[in-house]
């Protein structure tokens, strides 16, 4: 028998997006469902940002000691894997729930545990682990929040080869001694970082001629540069043809396109995303399953006024903090228009308009050195039509980089719209970047005149000193 329930808002899918609706919608009164099919948290709690970042903090850590005189003899030992491991499973609660099921809880949402598809307007059926079939009607709004999945290339040998994606990468219980990445986009450039400091030999794959390449140059070749001298091989214009497992628990073998075999105990492939979207009921309401789901800047799905696509399933920016934002433009959507307020915030940089996403996507790489980007490259700049100019500044001149790593290396780029005279883009490369950014996330979506920035005195001796070097460059 199937059971039916009726909520204000439903959201499938309670990864930090789906939460976040859920707690947005709850703040502005309305009754919420959330549905899971596998643990509340999602994909960044325990098998992305969480354990892959206590995996890199100790690599990172480690790295920027050894750049500091007085204290590089005292860290040249290897890492306490078991511990660096132990951390690791501390942070995804052991790839348990509980807290954050209480979590929701306390917000007044209502769990249901299943698989949730859109059964046609407004109507979400959820099969439960039981096998139960439950109806969930939305009075106002359903928020699809399912998330992505790690893309692997349909190779040769791939299917029966037991590679490793993102999800065995930042969840092995053990390091193997040969490590093959293919892909050195983020995920990639990532775990070779982290693989090869905790003992791997790894060796990176990167199809193109450098790592990062959504990023400005200079990023990526410090990061190879770094890995390289880690003791990692990184093969530019290097493509994977084929895999091979020599039976279940023995080595595996990339087979590059020249015909050339690597040997290696595991290889991870990541190349990348694609949305789980296949069996979420897209048919029911006229979409196409497997998609990435377009939307608008209130986060709603073209042509539907009542379903929302929120988080990477939409394919905006493939980040948490990036998703959540978004969750609390849609949350506030979503309860403003349930509200019948007649004109929604929709302008740029409106309560209910998600314009960083367009204009200010933040993004820290946790690599040795991190890089840390907001708002878009110079490439990117000049192919949208913007008339900048990029100012580079080296960060290791500044005498707080001096102090922070002896022969600090880094590299900052500030891309100017010269019609405006504001930040549009800024990247910083190098030790300690990740906790400069959000100075330029200000900047950025502020909007703050050149001619006032000039008066944001950096701290001294700090590495934000940069940002003097970068104005004085620029206004000469
Ligand atoms: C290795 C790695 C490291 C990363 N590190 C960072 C980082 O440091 N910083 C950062 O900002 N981003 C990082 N990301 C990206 C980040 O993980 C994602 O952007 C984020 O998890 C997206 O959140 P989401 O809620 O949209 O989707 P997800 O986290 O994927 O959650 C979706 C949820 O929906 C559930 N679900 C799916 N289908 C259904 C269904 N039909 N019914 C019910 N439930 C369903 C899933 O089980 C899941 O719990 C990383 C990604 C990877 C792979
Ligand atoms: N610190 C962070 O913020 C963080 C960390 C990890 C992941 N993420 C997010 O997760 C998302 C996924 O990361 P990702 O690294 O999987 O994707 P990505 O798109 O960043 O990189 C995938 C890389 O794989 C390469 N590739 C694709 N197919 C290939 C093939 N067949 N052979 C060789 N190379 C191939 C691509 O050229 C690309 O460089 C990203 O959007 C990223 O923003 C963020």
């Not at 490793?164 to 070779?192: K, N, Q």
């Not at 789901?293 to 929302?308: A, E, I, M, P």
């Not at 690599?367 to 008339?387: C, K």
Request: charged share 20%; glycine share 12%.
């Amino acid at each position: 028998m199937t059971e039916a329930m009726e909520y204000d808002v439903v959201v499938v899918g309670a990864g930090p997006v789906g939460e976040n609706v859920a707690d947005r919608a709850r703040s502005a009164g309305l009754s919420v469902a959330i549905v899971e099919s596998e643990l509340v948290g999602g994909e960044c709690s325990y098998w992305a940002c969480m354990p892959s970042k206590a995996l890199l903090r100790p690599v990172i850590a480690r790295a920027d000691a050894r750049k500091v005189p007085g204290l590089r003899a005292a860290v040249q030992g290897p890492l306490d894997v078991p511990a660096v491991l132990a951390n690791r499973d501390a942070f995804t609660s052991n790839w348990k729930d509980d807290g954050q099921v209480e979590w929701v809880n306390g917000i007044g949402a209502d769990l249901h545990r299943g698989h949730g598809r859109l059964a046609g307007t407004k109507r979400v059926g959820v099969t439960t682990p039981e096998g139960r079939e439950v109806v969930l009607t939305a009075r106002h709004a359903v928020a699809v929040c399912t998330g992505s999945r790690a893309a692997v290339p349909g190779l040769p040998g791939v299917a029966g080869a037991g590679v490793w994606t993102s999800r065995e990468a930042t969840s092995s219980p053990r390091v193997p001694d040969r490590l093959v990445v293919v892909g050195a986009g983020v995920v990639g450039s990532e775990m070779a970082t982290a693989y090869q400091a905790l003992g791997s030999k790894v060796t990176l794959l990167i199809r193109g001629g450098r790592p990062l390449p959504g990023m400005e140059p200079f990023a990526g070749e410090l990061v190879a540069d770094a890995l390289t001298e880690a003791g990692a091989v990184v093969r530019t214009n290097s493509s994977a043809a084929s895999v091979e497992r020599d039976g279940d628990e023995g080595p595996v073998t990339v087979v590059l396109e020249t015909g050339e075999r690597i040997e290696a105990d595991e290889v991870l492939f990541a190349t990348g995303r694609a949305p789980r979207s296949e069996d979420i009921g897209l048919e029911t309401v006229g979409l196409t399953p497997g998609q990435w789901l377009d939307v608008d800047d209130s986060l709603r799905v073209d042509g539907h006024d009542w379903l929302y696509a929120v988080g990477d399933i939409n394919h905006r920016a493939l980040l948490t903090h990036q998703g959540k934002y978004q969750a609390r433009v849609a949350g506030d959507a979503i309860a403003a228009r349930a509200q019948g307020v007649p004109l929604l915030e929709t302008d740029r940089w409106g309560m209910h308009a998600a314009t960083a996403d367009h204009a200010a996507v933040t993004q820290v790489v946790f690599t040795d050195p991190e890089v840390a980007s907001v708002g878009p490259t110079l490439e990117q700049a000049e192919r949208a039509g913007l008339r900048v100019r990029a100012v580079d500044q080296d960060m290791g001149a500044v005498a707080g980089a001096a102090l922070y790593a002896d022969g600090y290396t880094g590299r900052a780029r500030m891309i100017v719209d010269l019609d405006r005279e504001i930040v549009v883009g800024m990247t910083f490369a190098g030790p300690g970047a990740g906790e400069l950014l959000q100075s330029a996330a200000v900047a950025v979506a502020g909007e703050v005149p050149i001619d006032r920035l000039w008066h944001a005195v950096p701290p001294y001796p700090t590495i934000s000193e940069v940002w003097l070097r970068l104005l004085e460059a620029y206004r000469g």
